[in-house]
């Protein structure tokens, strides 16, 4: 099968000749071409029945190789789950239109950190109306960053608790549909992003370079915005969730998800790359496309976000700091069995639930215990006793 690992080792280094890439950019190709060879370091396993050796290569562990995030993504998951609140859940997406998709390539941080912002105190500065749920809310943040087709299309998912903590500390329940009307969400998030954009444009704190490159000018910049205030916002929310239990399944499908997983990749041949995509202007209809090798490398490079930048982010009542808040309401709904902190799974449990696969089983004979006897190192690349 095809994978994203095979693209970048036969046509990385090309692009790279061809293109002068950021640090994150570069760390990114190189995991992901050295992921699970010997050039990550690795380990040998002997069983100690029948002395059947095993040689195992560590994983990069980048959070954009398509390889790496399974098991990142149950511990992540596994953490969660004391947050969770036995209440009807919602789904937002806040969408930033295309236009802005020039200046983002050139200011991901800056643009993607007003996103956040702008979506957070759009949900919390509303849920407090009492208008609409007069309450503290809390909800988790996801970023994405591209479409089906790997283009620029970024979007926040929020995943929302239908209900808040009120003002004298009790529960209150939100309506079955989501209580703050959509229209609404759209025009308080556009209004808090283009003022925030304007702050930062105005404390010179975007680059400007190509294509953008007139917009360091004011009128050119205020054009921009003007045209940005013309737009509908795209805000939406989706079909809530049953409970926690669907929670917990959307979570593990998204929140480490990457811009392409290896599934997809149908094949590289001649220079080309053909994938599969769902067409959402012709109903989610499953297509196949094909690109330039280099044309995709690009594409993909565009979803590599800045070194350690946050991608998933809670706020409100499920914020780090509000933690205590979190078990307030878990008293106040009566689930005080979530207020347990989880056992930590080891990689041999999770590996074993998930896949069925015990990596301490001797795959030969099956009755002896594969231990480690001696490791790579991916620095020295020689074997350490």
Not at 86 to 111: A, G, M
Not at 327 to 335: E, G, P, T, Y
């Amino acid at each position: 099968m095809a994978e994203l690992q095979d693209i970048v080792n036969e046509f990385g280094q090309e692009y790279c000749d061809r293109h002068q890439l950021p640090l994150h950019q570069l760390k990114a190709l190189n995991a992901i071409e050295n992921c699970r060879t010997a050039e990550m370091g690795g380990h040998v396993d002997e069983c100690d029945a029948c002395g059947h050796v095993n040689i195992s290569y560590n994983s990069c562990r980048n959070r954009h190789c398509p390889k790496c995030q399974k098991l990142t993504s149950e511990r992540w998951i596994e953490r969660r789950k004391e947050y969770l609140l036995p209440v009807q859940y919602f789904h937002t997406v806040f969408t930033l239109p295309s236009i802005l998709n020039p200046l983002t390539r050139y200011n991901q941080k800056e643009i993607y950190n007003l996103l956040f912002k702008a979506a957070a105190e759009t949900l919390l500065e509303l849920s407090r109306d009492v208008k609409y749920l007069g309450a503290e809310i809390g909800f988790t943040t996801v970023l994405h960053t591209w479409g089906q087709n790997l283009m620029d299309h970024p979007h926040l998912h929020c995943i929302v608790p239908g209900g808040g903590l009120s003002p004298d500390g009790k529960w209150i329940n939100a309506k079955k549909d989501f209580f703050i009307p959509v229209k609404v969400l759209s025009r308080k998030f556009r209004g808090k992003f283009l003022a925030y954009l304007r702050e930062t444009y105005e404390a010179d704190e975007l680059k400007f370079g190509g294509d953008v490159e007139p917009l360091r000018l004011l009128s050119h910049f205020n054009a921009l915005l003007n045209q940005l205030y013309g737009l509908e916002w795209v805000v939406f929310c989706k079909e809530s969730f049953k409970g926690p239990e669907s929670v917990i399944e959307y979570l593990g499908r998204y929140t480490h998800r990457v811009a392409i997983s290896n599934s997809r990749i149908k094949s590289i041949a001649d220079g080309k790359v053909t994938f599969e995509w769902k067409d959402r202007s012709a109903g989610n209809q499953t297509k196949l496309m094909t690109l330039d090798a280099l044309e995709f490398i690009r594409r993909f490079l565009l979803h590599i976000l800045p070194g350690r930048f946050t991608k998933i982010r809670h706020y409100g009542l499920l914020s780090n700091r509000n933690r205590t808040k979190v078990k307030q309401c878990q008293v106040l709904l009566k689930c005080l069995r979530l207020l347990t902190t989880p056992t930590k799974s080891t990689t041999r449990e999770l590996l074993l639930n998930l896949f069925g696969v015990d990596i301490e089983k001797c795959p030969c004979c099956g009755k002896g215990k594969m231990t480690v006897r001696r490791k790579f190192d991916y620095n020295a690349r020689h074997i350490l006793g």
